[in-house]
């Protein structure tokens, strides 16, 4: 059993920056770790994920370029750097731990976090 907690939302204005951090209290090194959102009104969807096995980062088109993810085994820690921030990336943000092989997908993680909540205003 993992518990995740994520940190550091809050109200940004747009072309601003957040760093999303996600501790763990366990080990994460043999998990992937993901980080989904789900902006008001609609569904979860994928941001990002660092893989377990090779430490590769992918990225929806939408947070490509802006978005940057990174793991601390050590800390069993994992951070999402978020720059250029724009309203439509407003969201409550999820950070997820799982083994699965789609990994773009929920159904991929097994481990989620309670969400932190982005504001981006215009």
């Known amino acids: 059993q993992v518990q995740l907690v994520e940190s550091g939302g809050g109200l940004v204005q747009a072309g601003g920056s957040l760093r999303l951090s996600c501790v763990a209290s366990?080990?994460?090194?043999?998990?992937?770790m993901g980080w989904f959102r789900q902006p008001p009104g609609k569904e979860r969807e994928f941001v990002a994920v660092?893989?377990?096995?090779?430490?590769?980062?992918y990225y929806a088109e939408s947070v490509k370029g802006r978005f940057t993810t990174s793991r601390d085994n050590t800390k069993n820690t994992v951070y999402l750097q978020m720059n250029s921030l724009q309203p439509e990336d407003t969201a409550v943000y999820y950070c997820?731990?799982?083994?699965?092989?789609?990994?773009?997908?929920?159904?991929?993680?097994?481990?989620w976090g309670q969400g932190t909540r982005v504001t981006v205003s215009s």
């Open positions: 997820a731990a799982g083994g699965g092989v789609y990994y773009y997908a929920t159904a991929g993680y097994t481990y």
């Open positions: 660092i893989r377990s096995s090779s430490g590769s980062s």
């Open positions: 366990g080990r994460i090194s043999t998990y992937n």
